[in-house]
T-cell receptor
Framework: GENVEQHPSTLSVQEGDSAVIKCTYS??????FPWYKQELGKRPQLIID?????GEKKDQRIAVTLNKTAKHFSLHITETQPEDSAVYFC???????????FGTGTRLLVSP | DTEVTQTPKHLVMGMTNKKSLKCEQH?????MYWYKQKAKKPPELMFV???????INESVPSRFSPECPNSSLLNLHLHALQPEDSALYLC???????????FGPGTRLLVL
């Protein structure tokens, strides 16, 4: 079955710095990779996703890259702001894509 | 309407109580999900309904009983829960089980 590893578990940066979170998946059939942001006490919110037919996708300060050969995908946040502080989860599909397997999460802290 | 709603927001129940969690979406999505999330952990899938039929049960104890009355509603009936069942219960929906999942705000459950 699918296994998703996520690193680092915590990441502290200064405001304005870049942050990179990396995930590795095991199922070569996986073709959809979402990233969720969860602020304290709130729901996971989709911030960006990528499908396996592209290598990179950008949305303002957020980008996701996918390396299908190495089976890893990464979230890149540029010009970080304190409001980016949250837990970020990557995910990959399993079981005919009805099930998302989540990474263990990365707690990002952006200091002013 | 692009939201998934859940009621109640908070629930405190004793181990002998029976209660229900409710989830609703009006996005025309045909797949709905129940997740359990413990503090500092990723969401953990419990059940998947696809076109109003239960398609995935992740070996959840029978004290949790899901129900999908129609394509917009999803319930989770709770009976004889244990203190370790205290968690945030998240509902999600997706177009047809293969696309992006959108989460509701969750019900924070405390079992005494």
């Amino acid at each position: 079955g699918e296994n998703v590893e996520q690193h680092p578990s915590t990441l502290s940066v200064q405001e304005g710095d870049s942050a990179v979170i990396k995930c590795t998946y095991s199922d070569s059939a996986s073709n959809y990779f979402p990233w969720y942001k969860q602020e304290l006490g709130k729901r996971p919110q989709l911030i960006i996703d990528i499908r396996s037919n592209v290598g990179e996708k950008k949305d303002q300060r957020i980008a996701v890259t996918l390396n299908k050969t190495a089976k890893h995908f990464s979230l890149h946040i540029t010009e970080t702001q304190p409001e980016d502080s949250a837990v970020y989860f990557c995910a990959a599909p399993r079981s005919g894509f009805q099930k998302l397997v989540f990474g263990t999460g990365t707690r990002l802290l952006v200091s002013p | 309407d692009t939201e998934v709603t859940q009621t109640p927001k908070h629930l405190v129940m004793g181990m002998t109580n029976k209660k229900s969690l409710k989830c609703e979406q009006h996005m025309g999505h045909r797949a709905m999900y129940w997740y359990k999330q413990k503090a500092k952990k990723p969401p953990e899938l419990m059940f998947v309904y696809s076109y109003e039929k239960l398609s995935i049960n992740e070996s959840v104890p029978s004290r949790f009983s899901p129900e999908c009355p129609n394509s917009s509603l999803l319930n989770l009936h709770l009976h004889a829960l244990q203190p370790e069942d205290s968690a945030l219960y998240l509902c999600a929906s997706s177009q047809d089980g293969r696309e992006t999942q959108y989460f509701g705000p969750g019900t924070r459950l405390l079992v005494l």
